[in-house]
């Protein structure tokens, strides 16, 4: 039983002229007694909460930063009306701070033998599974005076896709990606490993790629044209060990890291190319392999979506493994990791020539602005000493890139915004070299 504001306001009004007039016993039973009575037949007049019947429909995805409504069907199957405050509980984060007061309560009443329809908007604040958790129902009576309240379990599953922000940096790329497939003017002259037409030479042309025997046969000299291949494999590589759960200003890197692969992802399927997604710390968290072009995307969106960091050290053996194991030979694997010296050295940099050897191996990396930031500190003692470690932090990131290198990866290394773009320029800088 609960009792409302107003059997209080009640009892209060009772109990003062009681209090003034005559106090005693006999006085604040005269007053207490019809109103004990009067609520427990409020109570006794209640409609039930426990034979309540709850039905949900509506919204099971939403991208991060997007509405979802979901449909609350409340089914009133006893003889008595209800009138009724219902909670619709979902986790903290299925709202902005603060908001979930107002949008997860409602009032509402239903006639005996009736239903009605709740919609609760959910506006969830990380990516991820959210799962409704109960719905609470208080019943009042006709007079308002005490309310029956009960709980149900009514399951439902919102799964908060990521936002995909970089997908304004594709009309763009895929502009780049038409002139270097030949499907414009701008054809890009003497590139790619497809042989598509010859024609006349314009100053400028790259002198290898005339074609001396269809020269011989006419007066110009005759240059041929080239398209990048197509159904080329591309193997994305999440690494989300310990070092992918930093934030860089308000983004994890995590985050950072997966708008990069929508990104690439959605260019090379235009392109063509087949790609697949492993996420991998210590053991396999998701999987994506064998999608059609126009299936591959949604999957690496739906796989991404539940992905957290985990706070354990990346098996580099283990990942590396994975990546040989799911790559045919001659694959871009693109590793999404940290550069943080410690675990690039001991993990990453021993197992680098195994994938080198049979692959083309892009690194990329989520960097910090706010380091380039601290080595133009200056004007104070503290200033510079955060210069200086600015530098520092800038000149180990620096070696770490370059041992890669050496190792036979390419390295893009940029902050949370720019990487997307970055990768996408870099994918198609080794179509335009033909070394994809």
């Known amino acids: 039983m609960a009792l409302t504001g107003r059997t ?13 007039l005559a106090p005693s016993w006999t006085g604040m039973l005269a007053v207490n007694a019809p109103l004990s009575l009067a609520i427990l037949c409020d109570y006794a007049l209640a409609a039930p909460v426990r034979t309540l019947q709850f039905t949900r429909s509506g919204d099971t995805s939403v991208r991060l930063g997007q509405t979802a409504e979901v449909q609350l069907t409340v089914t009133n199957p006893s003889r008595r009306r209800l009138r009724a405050h219902l909670r619709d509980a979902w986790p903290p984060s299925s709202w902005p701070a603060g908001k979930d007061r107002t949008a997860s309560r409602h009032a509402l009443t239903v006639p005996a033998g009736e239903r009605r329809r709740l919609t609760t908007s959910l506006r ?9 958790v109960r719905v609470t129902v208080r019943s009042f009576g006709p007079m308002g005076l005490a309310a029956r309240q009960g709980s149900h379990v009514v399951p439902w599953t919102v799964r908060v896709l990521p936002p995909f922000t970089s997908r304004k940096h594709l009309p763009s790329r895929l502009a780049r990606l038409r002139e270097l497939d030949g499907r414009t003017s701008a054809l890009t002259r003497g590139e790619g490993t497809e042989f598509d037409s010859l024609r006349d030479y314009v ?25 990048p291949e197509r159904d080329r494999h591309i193997l994305v590589v999440l690494d989300t060990g310990r070092t992918s759960a930093g934030r860089v200003g308000d983004v994890p890197r995590l985050d950072a890291a997966l708008d990069a692969a929508l990104l690439l992802t959605a260019l090379a399927t235009r392109a063509g190319d087949r790609v697949d997604l492993l996420a991998h710390d210590r053991q396999l968290r998701a999987r994506v392999q064998g999608k059609a072009a126009g299936e591959v995307l949604a999957a690496m969106v739906n796989a991404l979506a539940p992905i957290e960091p985990e706070l354990v050290e990346t098996d580099a053996r283990a990942l590396s493994a994975a990546a040989l194991a799911n790559a045919p030979r001659g694959s871009l694997i693109v590793l999404l990791t940290g550069l943080d010296a410690t675990p ?12 080198t050897q049979r692959h083309t191996v892009l690194v990329a990396s989520v960097a910090d602005p706010h380091i380039k930031k601290m080595t133009a500190a200056r004007g104070t003692v503290d200033a510079v000493y955060e210069a200086a470690a600015g530098t520092q932090a800038q000149a180990r990131r620096i070696r770490t890139a ?35």
């Open 402 to 436: 370059d041992a890669l290198r050496r190792h036979g990866a390419l390295v893009v290394d940029a902050a949370p915004d720019d990487l997307a773009p970055a990768l996408a320029d870099a994918y198609l800088a080794l179509k335009r070299e033909g070394r994809l």
């Open 203 to 227: 100053p400028g042309d790259d002198t290898r790629s005339i074609d001396w025997r269809a020269t011989a046969r006419q007066s110009a000299v005759a240059v041929r044209t080239w398209r």
């Open 8 to 20: 209080a306001l009640l009892a209060a009004l009772g109990s003062l002229p009681v209090g003034i």
């Open 344 to 355: 690039v050295e001991e993990g990453l940099l021993p197992v680098l020539p195994r994938l």
């Open 124 to 132: 969830p604040t990380r990516r991820g599974d959210r799962r409704a």
